[in-house]
């Protein structure tokens, strides 16, 4: 029987072993999309305890403490934090084969050198240590950031953000990392919510444009997006319900924003029409910028309607959507590829069923431009467990080239999260190792090698066109 996660975790071939030691785990790590907050990275704020570090927005652990019957007050109550941490550590322990088990023991090893197994016994024993390791100057968070081997991170900001702190940070000799924005414009295109009318008004501050038309909106992010692109923005960001395709004239769209500007709620087949456009929009403009266009959909969000109304979004109460909209995505990027406006595309759905079907769609539109310029985003969310990431993979070598693939990324609100990194590269080996050791590839080590520091690290640099020169 091996050793809980000994140096060969999730490595069960020579190959694998291999790879991994030689290759992987000296890559560096370049995080172009997660949602940490960059005004903690240019204050290089230092937590008090470890449930600040773990469990404030992590509705990852939220779900599985909700799971084990634990009281709101316990996730997102106001409960001592000492408290907060025993109810996580009582979950722990039942969660056999979830990532949360393997992702919260490699941050407890690799941040706070603890060999041991967290649970309600543990749990106090592991409190004070974590909390004696968090006052010592090497777990701030821009030291936290430094000892995972970070070169480069994208946050994700709305267009009317001022971006003050990623320019602290750009202007800090001090801190080597670049820490730069990625464009999440969902706010300008979600016009069905109630809201929509108040966030023009905040973007057209930020623009200094007054957003009266549909014209209007698209100059005032034409504006944002050179003021993004001067500040090192390089990949935009959408969190769509659907992709939809539902194509209408110039004059149709401007009597839909009237419409909604007036007051007046939109018929479902407006909404997707007014989106069909935006998103056409949107899209042309990445491709004269030269920016990657990510598009996450396949997501059912906020489901309990109670809960909602008490803690709002991003709270745990999301699901898979059963919705596989591999026609309309289809269309969508042949409307941008047919007047050679598609930009690099990176797709992501939640739903594995739909593993295949985007697999088949990035062989429809690769062209010389870039090299894997439409690409399989990595198993994301309800998919970055071994599983997932496995049949991701494999789903995109069966119909692409793998070897091409840009790689992991974090997705997440913890600076402790790069330890997913690890997890990935560790799959990847073990995977890549089994097909070499069952005489599927040859084992040439310079080749495979090579492949493995490129998914890991290289290709990403390459794809986005990340100068790491100069901060």
């Known amino acids: 029987m091996k050793k809980f996660m000994d140096e060969d975790f999730l490595l069960s071939t020579q190959t694998a072993q291999k790879l991994y030691h030689e290759h992987a785990e000296k890559t560096p790590i370049l995080d172009y999309h997660c949602h940490i907050n960059p005004e903690e990275i240019a204050k290089d704020r230092q937590f008090e305890n470890i449930t600040q570090v773990w469990?404030?927005?992590?509705?990852?652990?939220?779900?599985?403490?909700?799971?084990?019957?634990?009281?709101?007050?316990?996730?997102?109550?106001?409960?001592?934090?000492?408290?907060?941490?025993?109810?996580?550590?009582?979950?722990?322990?039942?969660?056999?084969?979830n990532p949360l088990y393997h992702w919260s023991h490699l941050e407890l090893k690799r941040y706070f050198g603890y060999d041991g197994c967290l649970n309600g016994e543990t749990a106090e024993e592991v409190w004070n240590l974590c909390n004696e390791k968090l006052k010592t100057p090497e777990m701030s968070v821009r030291n936290l950031i430094r000892q995972s081997g970070v070169t480069l991170l994208?946050?994700?900001?709305?267009?009317?953000?001022?971006?003050?702190?990623?320019?602290?940070?750009a202007e800090d000799d001090s801190?080597?990392?670049?820490?730069?924005?990625?464009?999440?414009?969902?706010?300008?295109?979600?016009?069905?919510?109630?809201?929509?009318?108040?966030?023009?008004?905040k973007l057209g501050t930020a623009a200094e444009i007054e957003i009266h038309t549909f014209a209007d909106l698209k100059a005032a992010l034409k504006k944002r997006m050179a003021f993004f692109d001067s500040m090192g923005c390089r990949a935009s960001d959408h969190a769509l319900e659907y992709v939809m395709y539902a194509p209408a004239s110039d004059e149709e769209v401007e009597t839909i924003f009237a419409k909604r500007l007036g007051g007046e709620m939109l018929t479902k087949t407006e909404e997707l029409k007014f989106k069909t456009a935006f998103m056409l929009f949107v899209g042309k403009e990445y491709a004269r910028l030269g920016w990657a266009m990510q598009l996450h959909y396949g997501c059912k969000r906020d489901n309990?309607?109670?809960?909602?109304?008490?803690l709002g979004p991003d709270t745990g109460y999301d699901c898979i959507d059963n919705y596989a909209p591999s026609g309309q995505m289809a269309d969508f990027l042949n409307a941008l590829n047919a007047s050679d406006e598609l930009p690099k595309t990176i797709i992501y759905s939640l739903n594995p069923n739909d593993n295949a079907a985007i697999g088949t769609i990035l062989g429809c539109f690769q062209d010389s431009g870039a090299i894997g310029k439409i690409q399989q985003g990595s198993a994301w969310w309800f998919n970055d467990h071994k599983t997932g990431m496995i049949e991701q993979m494999t789903s995109l070598a069966n119909l692409g080239l793998l070897g091409n693939f840009i790689g992991m990324l974090t997705d997440s609100r913890s600076f402790l999260s790069y330890t997913r990194h690890e997890y990935f590269r560790r799959i990847l080996c073990e995977l890549i190792g089994g097909w070499v050791e069952n005489g599927e590839y040859p084992a040439d080590m310079?080749?495979?090698?090579k492949m493995v520091e490129d998914i890991s690290y290289n290709n990403a640099v390459r794809y986005f066109g990340f100068d790491l020169e100069t901060k």
């Open 304 to 310: 309990n309607v109670f809960r909602y109304e008490q």
């Open 175 to 201: 801190f080597e990392v670049q820490g730069l924005p990625a464009w999440r414009p969902d706010k300008a295109m979600n016009i069905e919510k109630t809201d929509y009318a108040d966030y023009l008004k």
């Open 446 to 449: 310079k080749v495979l090698g």
């Open 154 to 169: 994208c946050t994700t900001d709305d267009p009317a953000d001022s971006l003050e702190w990623h320019k602290v940070i």
């Open 55 to 97: 469990l404030g927005g992590d509705h990852y652990k939220w779900r599985q403490m909700r799971s084990n019957g634990v009281d709101e007050k316990y996730i997102t109550g106001d409960a001592p934090d000492r408290e907060k941490f025993q109810k996580w550590a009582e979950t722990l322990e039942k969660a056999i084969g």
